[in-house]
């Protein structure tokens, strides 16, 4: 070991430069992890001690403002968004993977349009359902409207990942399929999406990911009921939505702070869930 | 280049933590030795307790065409929320902001306004000269349960439920009975005044159970405009309504509630005059020892 | 109805799904583009994007979101000088000097840091960075730089995974001739593997830019949102997504229209910052 430094040492003499390089990147990876660590403590910290029973109670009141509802908002808002979009997301990449002619004008258009919308910012998001969903259309704030803005700014998301899951599936199953006498519509329902489910999947975690944390885009369409909403046509608050809100008045910092533990909570299972797609996707 | 850097920045702390020191140094010394540059902090436009705050301390005075307008500074740090307002104020020693009255809490300092302090008591007998109403605002003929909620929260109950942070309207208000209507309201506007609509909705929920009431939190502007556009039945606004906003809509006032003018612990200063705020806003006034 | 209509049949309805984000991004465009319309017609293209007077409320309004313009860059740029080298360095660390244990704690981590919601950055922000700010930097804390540094941290997995990805690409045999040249780890990997990944390095860098350009909730709690230009990094600014979000509530009539207009200009930046995107993953897939 100390021969090893040793060594280690003698180079750097050689070259200084290794050595400066070296210490940024240990100075640099120690930022990077540092920062996150400090903020998960700092929120945790802040946030567990007033973590009480209350705040999962069912009903919301001013006196006992619950995250419950908006716990429930929240995954009703990534279930109906996924429905909506999981479709789109999914024959979008079977058509540019299985059918369409490589290389043709939609198929870039496509391509560019998707990437497009993968680089719009959450506010123009936000922005454009308050002009279309909630004013054009008429739904007012509303669950319907915020569902409908976050279905189109997740998928891109589905998209990518359904395509590259695609294109990963190797050309001989297709073969074999064809060989056996399946047809085209056949072969993607029974041999390509089967095995391209854990792709789709974590295409489905980032998309919840980012409902999840989702707040710019919600705020002038989903409005900020503190309920859980009873039809498509009223209004809600998601988690992330509920901390914005709590900590509005300055009467209820503690309580927000509580909700963003809740929420890191959610974020880190969401994270984990992912890393363990990838690893599953990796050892196929 | 990164050493350079790391040392510029080693430097930067270190010159300012000796400039924290200084400070104090003199703070301990003679009255009004309180030095620095003021941080005005104040809210959007558009947010209610801007608009009463600005009317009644003359920052939104006639311009040259004789029109009202707002001057508040433009190098005003914008709070969006009043929490923000509390964070800042809280954490910077030279800065001032106001709030309302109902989300006052101990980690600032409210400020006399000409030697007044903000009390319940001098908001009624009107001393106390920054303070507005808040109001409710429907179109013309609102649906028969939107004007029932309304009766409720001028009502005896409704009215008992603004006394607990905010200031009633009429203590002698008639008894509120239900008359077993049911349907859906919707409510937006100010955040400042939906705390308490929340409360008063919650208690008029449990009057009449049939009853929905749907209350979104945008701010006073947002909330006129949502009942003007009959996107909701009903708008909060934590002041009062403009001329405009009167063509489209009538107004009731349902609590008072002042608007507290806070500014850090540290900060020696416990009175202030309207017209020193007032100075302070439009930014005439930039440094705390120009108050002395 | 026999094999090949079913076969036709579901062709065409893949094709009309796979029409979606083209109709999304139309329908985007349109709305966002036509509700500024009016605004633009009244105010006049010019003004508006030169104007350097924001008081959309006054009695002779003025709508010039000049200063937002040049906040959104001058924060942009900020978080670029702040994250850029920051990131590559992790980057290169993940990807050539990270033992495989400390690797499988370490990149879940920074996958982390991008899933923590932006509305946890603006609190960490306000009660963190803006006090660093006021103390080492002067100032009142909300300000360019406060904005700067927690987008620097915002943009920090984004420019980590691409460039992280992009460095793994390069082949092996670039290191490993370098080293049998004589030249020490960090060379090789600095002058030799680096250089090579560039474009995806750079990649990565855009949509870092694309993002902090976008990011709405974390800055208006830390950037003191003053609709006036200023070159100071210890005072605020606005930037157009704070400018919709904070006045998007109350605004009617021509001051809503100046928002969605405001709206359309990020929109359009964010165009021209996502071809440059494409461009580049272009010429990346091409050097393969």
């Given at each position: 070991?100390?021969?090893?430094?040793?060594q280690?040492?003698?180079?750097?003499?050689?070259?200084p430069?290794?050595?400066?390089?070296?210490?940024?990147?240990?100075?640099?990876?120690?930022?990077?992890?540092?920062?996150?660590?400090?903020?998960l403590?700092?929120?945790?910290?802040?946030?567990?001690?007033?973590?009480?029973?209350g705040?999962?109670?069912?009903n919301?009141t001013?006196?006992?403002?619950s995250?419950?509802?908006s716990?429930i908002?929240?995954?009703?808002?990534?279930?109906?968004?996924?429905?909506?979009?999981?479709?789109?997301?999914?024959?979008?990449?079977?058509?540019?993977?299985?059918?369409?002619?490589?290389g043709?004008?939609?198929v870039?258009?496509?391509r560019l349009?998707?990437?497009?919308?993968?680089?719009?910012?959450?506010?123009?998001?936000?922005?454009f359902?308050?002009?279309f969903?909630?004013?054009?259309?008429?739904?007012?704030?509303?669950?319907?409207?915020?569902?409908?803005?976050?279905?189109?700014?997740?998928?891109?998301l589905?998209?990518?990942t359904?395509?590259?899951?695609?294109i990963?599936?190797?050309?001989?199953?297709?073969?074999?399929s064809?060989?056996?006498?399946?047809?085209n519509?056949?072969?993607?329902f029974?041999?390509?999406?089967?095995?391209?489910?854990?792709?789709?999947l974590s295409?489905?975690?980032?998309?919840?990911?980012r409902?999840?944390?989702?707040?710019?885009?919600?705020?002038?369409?989903l409005?900020?009921?503190?309920?859980?909403?009873?039809?498509?046509?009223?209004?809600?608050?998601?988690l992330?939505?509920?901390?914005?809100?709590?900590?509005?008045?300055?009467?209820?910092?503690?309580?927000?702070?509580?909700?963003?533990?809740v929420?890191?909570?959610?974020?880190?299972?969401?994270?984990?869930?992912s890393?363990?797609?990838a690893?599953k996707?990796?050892?196929? | 280049?990164?050493?350079?850097?790391?040392?510029?920045?080693a430097?930067?702390?270190?010159?300012?933590?000796?400039a924290?020191?200084?400070?104090?140094?003199?703070?301990?010394?003679?009255?009004?030795?309180?030095?620095?540059?003021i941080?005005?902090?104040?809210?959007?436009?558009?947010?209610?307790?801007?608009?009463?705050?600005?009317?009644?301390?003359?920052v939104?005075?006639?311009?040259?065409?004789g029109?009202?307008?707002?001057?508040?500074?433009?190098e005003?740090?914008?709070?969006?929320?009043?929490?923000?307002?509390?964070?800042?104020?809280?954490?910077?020693e030279?800065?001032?902001?106001?709030?309302?009255?109902g989300?006052m809490?101990?980690?600032?300092?409210?400020?006399?306004?000409d030697?007044?302090?903000?009390?319940?008591?001098?908001?009624?007998?009107?001393?106390?000269?920054?303070a507005?109403?808040?109001?409710?605002?429907?179109k013309?003929?609102?649906?028969?349960?939107?004007?029932d909620?309304?009766?409720?929260?001028?009502?005896?109950q409704?009215?008992?439920?603004?006394g607990?942070?905010?200031?009633?309207?009429?203590d002698a208000?008639?008894?509120?009975?239900?008359?077993?209507l049911?349907?859906?309201?919707?409510?937006?506007?100010s955040s400042?005044?939906?705390?308490?609509v929340?409360?008063?909705?919650?208690?008029?929920?449990?009057?009449?159970p049939?009853?929905?009431?749907?209350?979104n939190?945008?701010d006073?502007?947002?909330?006129?405009?949502?009942?003007a556009?009959?996107?909701?039945?009903?708008?909060?606004?934590?002041?009062?309504l403009?001329?405009?906003?009167?063509?489209?809509l009538s107004?009731?006032?349902?609590?008072?509630?002042?608007?507290?003018?806070?500014?850090?612990?540290?900060?020696?200063?416990?009175?202030?005059?309207?017209?020193?705020?007032?100075?302070?806003?439009?930014g005439?006034?930039?440094?705390w020892?120009?108050?002395? | 109805?026999?094999?090949?209509?079913?076969?036709?049949?579901?062709?065409?309805?893949?094709?009309?799904?796979a029409?979606?984000?083209?109709?999304?991004?139309?329908?985007?465009?349109?709305?966002?583009?036509?509700?500024?319309?009016?605004?633009?017609?009244?105010i006049?293209?010019?003004?508006?994007?030169?104007g350097?007077?924001?008081?959309?409320?006054?009695a002779?309004?003025?709508?010039?979101?000049?200063?937002?313009?040049?906040?959104?860059?001058?924060?942009?740029?900020?978080a670029?000088?702040i994250?850029?080298?920051?990131g590559?360095?992790?980057?290169?660390?993940l990807?050539?000097?990270?033992?495989?244990?400390?690797?499988?704690?370490?990149?879940?981590?920074?996958?982390l840091?991008a899933?923590?919601?932006?509305?946890?950055?603006?609190?960490?922000?306000?009660i963190?960075?803006?006090p660093?700010?006021?103390?080492?930097?002067?100032g009142n804390?909300?300000?360019?730089?406060?904005?700067?540094?927690?987008?620097?941290?915002?943009?920090?997995?984004?420019?980590?995974?691409?460039?992280?990805?992009?460095?793994?690409a390069?082949?092996?045999?670039?290191?490993?001739?370098?080293?049998?040249?004589?030249?020490?780890?960090e060379?090789a990997?600095?002058?030799?593997?680096?250089p090579?990944?560039?474009s995806?390095?750079?990649?990565?860098?855009?949509?870092?830019?694309?993002?902090s350009?976008?990011?709405?909730?974390?800055?208006?709690?830390v950037?003191?949102?003053?609709?006036?230009?200023?070159?100071?990094?210890?005072?605020?600014?606005?930037?157009m997504?704070?400018?919709?979000?904070l006045e998007?509530?109350?605004?009617?009539?021509l001051?809503?229209?100046?928002?969605?207009?405001?709206?359309?200009l990020?929109?359009?930046?964010?165009?021209i910052?996502n071809s440059?995107?494409?461009v580049?993953k272009?010429?990346m897939?091409?050097?393969?």
């Amino acid at each position: 070991m100390n021969a090893k430094i040793k060594q280690a040492m003698a180079t750097y003499k050689r070259s200084p430069f290794s050595f400066i390089m070296r210490l940024m990147l240990i100075l640099s990876i120690t930022f990077t992890v540092g920062m996150l660590a400090f903020i998960l403590i700092y929120i945790l910290a802040k946030g567990i001690p007033y973590l009480s029973p209350g705040l999962f109670s069912f009903n919301y009141t001013s006196e006992n403002v619950s995250m419950m509802p908006s716990i429930i908002t929240t995954l009703m808002m990534v279930g109906l968004s996924l429905i909506i979009s999981l479709p789109f997301g999914i024959f979008t990449a079977v058509y540019l993977v299985e059918y369409a002619v490589k290389g043709s004008k939609v198929v870039e258009i496509i391509r560019l349009t998707t990437e497009t919308l993968s680089g719009i910012p959450s506010i123009v998001y936000g922005l454009f359902g308050n002009i279309f969903f909630v004013t054009a259309l008429g739904w007012k704030y509303s669950f319907l409207a915020g569902v409908m803005t976050i279905s189109i700014m997740i998928l891109p998301l589905i998209m990518r990942t359904t395509e590259e899951a695609l294109i990963a599936v190797p050309d001989d199953w297709r073969q074999a399929s064809f060989g056996l006498g399946a047809g085209n519509l056949r072969t993607v329902f029974k041999v390509v999406l089967p095995s391209a489910v854990p792709g789709i999947l974590s295409g489905v975690i980032l998309a919840i990911g980012r409902t999840v944390g989702e707040t710019a885009a919600l705020i002038y369409t989903l409005g900020t009921m503190a309920k859980i909403p009873n039809s498509l046509f009223s209004s809600g608050r998601t988690l992330a939505l509920h901390m914005w809100v709590l900590s509005g008045e300055g009467l209820h910092i503690n309580q927000a702070y509580a909700t963003a533990v809740v929420l890191i909570v959610m974020v880190v299972g969401i994270n984990a869930l992912s890393g363990l797609v990838a690893n599953k996707l990796q050892k196929r | 280049m990164k050493k350079v850097l790391s040392v510029i920045l080693a430097m930067a702390m270190v010159s300012g933590f000796t400039a924290c020191g200084g400070s104090e140094n003199t703070e301990g010394g003679l009255e009004n030795a309180f030095n620095g540059t003021i941080t005005v902090i104040s809210r959007e436009d558009g947010s209610g307790t801007r608009g009463a705050f600005v009317e009644l301390t003359g920052v939104e005075k006639k311009n040259e065409a004789g029109e009202k307008e707002d001057f508040t500074t433009v190098e005003a740090v914008i709070a969006s929320k009043t929490d923000a307002v509390l964070t800042n104020v809280a954490g910077d020693e030279m800065a001032i902001g106001y709030i309302s009255m109902g989300s006052m809490n101990d980690t600032v300092k409210a400020v006399k306004i000409d030697s007044v302090e903000a009390t319940t008591e001098n908001i009624k007998n009107g001393s106390y000269s920054i303070a507005r109403p808040f109001n409710v605002a429907t179109k013309e003929n609102p649906s028969e349960v939107t004007a029932d909620f309304i009766s409720f929260m001028v009502s005896a109950q409704g009215q008992q439920i603004a006394g607990g942070s905010y200031i009633t309207v009429d203590d002698a208000a008639a008894e509120y009975t239900a008359a077993g209507l049911s349907g859906k309201i919707t409510i937006s506007g100010s955040s400042s005044v939906s705390p308490l609509v929340e409360k008063m909705a919650e208690a008029y929920k449990e009057l009449n159970p049939d009853v929905e009431i749907e209350l979104n939190t945008t701010d006073s502007t947002g909330g006129m405009n949502d009942a003007a556009n009959g996107v909701s039945d009903i708008g909060m606004a934590s002041r009062e309504l403009k001329d405009s906003e009167k063509q489209q809509l009538s107004g009731t006032t349902i609590a008072m509630d002042g608007i507290a003018v806070i500014v850090n612990k540290a900060n020696p200063t416990e009175n202030l005059t309207v017209e020193q705020i007032k100075t302070i806003y439009t930014g005439e006034v930039t440094e705390w020892e120009e108050l002395a | 109805m026999n094999n090949q209509t079913k076969e036709k049949l579901a062709r065409n309805i893949f094709f009309a799904f796979a029409l979606s984000s083209i109709l999304a991004v139309v329908l985007i465009s349109v709305f966002i583009f036509a509700g500024g319309m009016p605004a633009l017609k009244e105010i006049g293209v010019a003004e508006f994007v030169f104007g350097t007077k924001w008081k959309p409320t006054a009695a002779t309004p003025y709508y010039g979101v000049a200063s937002m313009i040049v906040g959104s860059l001058l924060i942009t740029v900020g978080a670029v000088i702040i994250g850029v080298p920051v990131g590559i360095f992790s980057a290169v660390f993940l990807s050539s000097f990270c033992p495989g244990r400390l690797h499988r704690v370490i990149n879940p981590a920074v996958n982390l840091l991008a899933g923590i919601p932006s509305v946890i950055y603006g609190f960490f922000g306000i009660i963190i960075i803006v006090p660093f700010v006021r103390n080492v930097f002067g100032g009142n804390g909300n300000s360019i730089l406060a904005a700067s540094i927690l987008l620097g941290i915002m943009i920090l997995p984004t420019i980590v995974s691409v460039s992280q990805s992009a460095i793994r690409a390069v082949p092996a045999a670039y290191y490993e001739g370098a080293v049998a040249l004589g030249a020490t780890k960090e060379q090789a990997v600095f002058k030799v593997v680096l250089p090579a990944a560039k474009s995806g390095v750079l990649a990565g860098v855009i949509l870092g830019i694309g993002r902090s350009i976008g990011e709405t909730m974390a800055v208006q709690m830390v950037a003191g949102n003053q609709p006036r230009i200023t070159f100071d990094m210890t005072k605020g600014i606005r930037t157009m997504t704070t400018n919709i979000v904070l006045e998007m509530a109350e605004a009617a009539d021509l001051h809503r229209s100046a928002l969605i207009a405001t709206g359309a200009l990020l929109f359009l930046f964010i165009l021209i910052i996502n071809s440059m995107f494409f461009v580049l993953k272009r010429r990346m897939n091409s050097e393969r």
